[in-house]
């Protein structure tokens, strides 16, 4: 395979949740350069807006549709519209998430404190729409014997993180382990299923926590590269696990964080 079309997206159409900030907006920026049109969704109707304006005008053919991913029936119509709609569904990214809030060493973030209203929002929204989202999307991509799914897990699901809440730690392993056992069922139908595993990426994750000094420190403190990475970082593996470059990696999850998890 020459190594132009390796990472050439062109004709292919991609789907990402969460994709008006942060990762997930890397991510959206980075197939649509390769050639791909992209449906980006988000909760947040402005920020998308903004998001999908400024990639309309580097000339990129991204449509923008307001989705609260935790709406599992709209979540599931949204996927079969794209599809319907355009033909195809190559390159999905399950990336909408959020944060549980702090540690289990702070006041706000000890077991007992633990919220079970929060909680189970928590898990509708970092691990059942993340079900829904593969289910959903596999549907399309059996039928036409081709496909990318990739899955925003981290390194809080890898191994325990003292930066962040329980209800995180609990969903980011689930959608990880969610990850290898589809891809047990999705392989033999050509379609790849991998996570990626970010380490501490500057975000607006956690209501902006990480904007806040002391708590970069906190996360950076075991990252041996000593330093958060940026979303641009993102764009690299995100391209490779959604590109003809990545045809028989599956079942995996690969973590991105400055050395963290190897330390
Ligand atoms: N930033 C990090 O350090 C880090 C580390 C590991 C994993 N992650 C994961 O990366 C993913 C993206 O997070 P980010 O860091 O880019 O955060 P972010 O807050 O910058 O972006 C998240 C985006 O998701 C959207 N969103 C939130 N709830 C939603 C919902 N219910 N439905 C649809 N969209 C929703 C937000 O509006 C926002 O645009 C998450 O799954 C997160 O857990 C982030």
Redesign the pocket.
């Known amino acids: 395979m020459d190594y132009r079309s390796m990472f050439d997206l062109r004709g292919q159409v991609a789907f990402v949740?969460?994709?008006?900030?942060?990762?997930?907006?890397a991510m959206a920026e980075i197939v649509a350069q390769s050639g791909a049109l992209v449906v980006m969704?988000?909760?947040?109707p402005h920020?998308?807006e903004a998001s999908v304006k400024r990639l309309q005008g580097q000339r990129l053919d991204v449509h923008g549709e307001v989705?609260?991913?935790?709406d599992a029936d709209r979540l599931a119509k949204i996927i079969d519209g794209v599809a319907e709609r355009f033909g195809r569904l190559d390159i999905v990214f399950a990336?909408?998430?959020?944060?549980a809030g702090s540690g289990p060493l702070t006041d706000n973030g000890a077991m007992a404190q633990v919220d079970l209203k929060r909680w189970n929002e928590l898990l509708q929204?970092?691990l059942t729409?993340v079900f829904v989202t593969i289910r959903t999307s596999a549907t399309h991509m059996i039928k036409q014997r081709s496909g990318r799914l990739i899955v925003?897990?981290?390194?809080?699901g890898v191994r325990g993180e003292r930066m962040c809440g329980y209800a995180?730690a609990a969903t980011?392993a689930a959608i990880s382990n969610l990850v290898r056992q589809s891809s047990i069922e999705l392989s033999p139908h050509n379609v790849t299923i991998n996570a990626i595993?970010?380490?501490?990426?500057?975000?607006?994750?956690?209501h902006g926590r990480?904007h806040d000094p002391d708590v970069a420190a906190g996360?950076v403190s075991d990252v041996p590269m000593g330093r958060?990475?940026q979303?641009d970082e993102i764009k690299g593996l995100a391209l490779l696990l959604a590109s003809p470059a990545s045809s028989y990696i599956t079942g995996t999850v690969i973590p991105i964080d400055g050395g963290a998890t190897a330390s």
């Open positions: 949740t969460g994709a008006a900030k942060g990762l997930g907006l969704t988000d909760i947040d920020a998308l989705l609260d991913v935790a990336n909408a998430g959020l944060s929204i970092n729409s925003t897990a981290s390194i809080a995180y980011k595993a970010p380490g501490p990426f500057l975000t607006d994750i956690g990480l996360f958060l990475g979303p």
